[in-house]
């Protein structure tokens, strides 16, 4: 008989763990709160790690159609626009890792994923069902979730849970206890605007970082180049009313945090709102890196993506390391000759300390992009003699953690 895997949450997260069970051979449950399957928020960066797991999953093709695939990253001083490193990216990356260095729109990777999903047989897409909670006994996992279209309260039954929530899972509370995010103390400003509406100097079909004290700027296309995903990071403390935080006081506040900046980022940040985009303002919150396996999988229940391992966004590789899950969690349940708890715990081996040592350096480089003093001044000079060696990261674009664990 098929093994049914129970999925809560449908976004990047849920789909691809709903893609690799499937692909395992699992019968599919996924649950979305939201009562239609959309993705909100702006870029994406996908390294060539990320990029081999979603070939292996056929979707060059697809991924091909809606990202952009720059030729070069460049880092650049926030203060005098000075280039101060740069890494060459297309087919230098691709030689060299074996896949492309990608940028897509949020949306368009939930796209790409829910496409791929949604005619498998044996996946069951479900919206508008809040999870309350889950039980474990014997065998088998229950979900109690609400039905929102008529109020009612129905369980499910499945062989495993896998709580794909976000950051503020309810299935990290339930398994691992209740426990606040860690305020970074850091607000990101983002903004998707299309490049022909830009003036002509300020259009772009690289990355490019801009480092600044106690903030920075980072750019680059999205969509074939059509579009310029624009985010910038500065430390201060968010709203304490944000739900109802006229955004429309974002572009102000923003300039006025880049005032000391050189003139052509600051032309950029002030463009923004010219060419009819708005900046959106989120608090970026996350937790201590995953401290054990035991973090990520327990019994019959796994986490996965930010419910296990929310990080910065200075690695970027948030998503990157939720898809990395899904094709790990994919190896571990095609292990037919192991009880389900035993290939949780082995999903759980193989992901824990790359996940945490992803989550480690994601906020140590917040540290560094953001330096004043001598530590920015030593960080330009490093930048400036080692280049290309210092920006390329080959224990994260070779690898995805597979080769990890032991029983």
Do not use: K
Not at 128 to 140: I, R
């Amino acid at each position: 008989m098929q093994q049914q895997i129970l999925v809560a949450g449908g976004g990047i997260g849920g789909l691809s763990a709903a893609l690799g069970a499937a692909r395992a051979g699992w019968e599919v449950r996924l649950y979305e709160r939201a009562g239609a399957f959309t993705e909100v928020g702006a870029g994406v960066q996908l390294g060539p790690n990320v990029v081999r797991r979603l070939q292996a999953w056929g979707l060059q093709g697809p991924l091909q159609a809606v990202a952009a695939f720059p030729q070069r990253l460049a880092v650049r001083s926030a203060r005098s626009g000075a280039e101060l490193a740069s890494m060459r990216l297309g087919s230098h990356i691709i030689e060299r890792y074996g896949a492309a260095y990608a940028t897509i729109h949020r949306a368009d990777l939930h796209g790409v994923l829910l496409a791929a999903v949604q005619p498998l047989p044996g996946v069951y897409l479900n919206v508008g069902h809040t999870v309350q909670q889950h039980a474990q006994e014997g065998s088998a996992v229950t979900l109690r979730l609400l039905r929102q279209r008529d109020g009612r309260v129905i369980e499910v039954e499945g062989d495993a849970l896998v709580g794909a929530d976000g950051l503020r899972s309810g299935t990290r509370a339930q398994l691992l206890g209740e426990a606040p995010t860690r305020v970074s103390g850091h607000l990101a400003y983002r903004a998707v605007v299309r490049q022909d509406a830009l003036p002509a100097a300020l259009r772009s079909q690289q990355v490019t970082a801009w480092l600044g004290p106690r903030l920075h700027v980072v750019h680059y296309p999205l969509r074939g180049g059509e579009l310029l995903n624009v985010v910038a990071i500065r430390h201060g403390q968010a709203p304490a009313d944000l739900d109802s935080w006229d955004h429309g006081a974002n572009a102000a506040e923003l300039e006025a945090a880049l005032a000391r900046t050189c003139t052509p980022l600051q032309d950029l940040v002030r463009a923004v709102p010219q060419a009819g985009s708005g900046w959106r303002l989120w608090p970026l919150a996350d937790r201590p890196p995953v401290a054990g396996p035991h973090e990520m999988a327990s019994g019959l229940v796994a986490l996965l993506g930010d419910a296990a391992h929310p990080m910065r966004p200075y690695l970027a590789q948030g998503a990157g390391m939720a898809i990395e899950d899904a094709a790990e969690l994919q190896r571990a349940l095609a292990m037919d000759d192991l009880e389900v708890p035993l290939r949780l715990r082995r999903y759980a081996l193989n992901r824990w300390q790359r996940n945490a040592r992803v989550q480690e350096r994601s906020r140590r480089n917040g540290v560094i992009f953001h330096a004043r003093g001598p530590l920015r001044w030593g960080r330009d000079a490093s930048l400036r003699l080692l280049g290309e060696r210092i920006l390329d990261v080959p224990w994260l674009y070779r690898g995805d953690g597979s080769s990890a664990s032991s029983l």
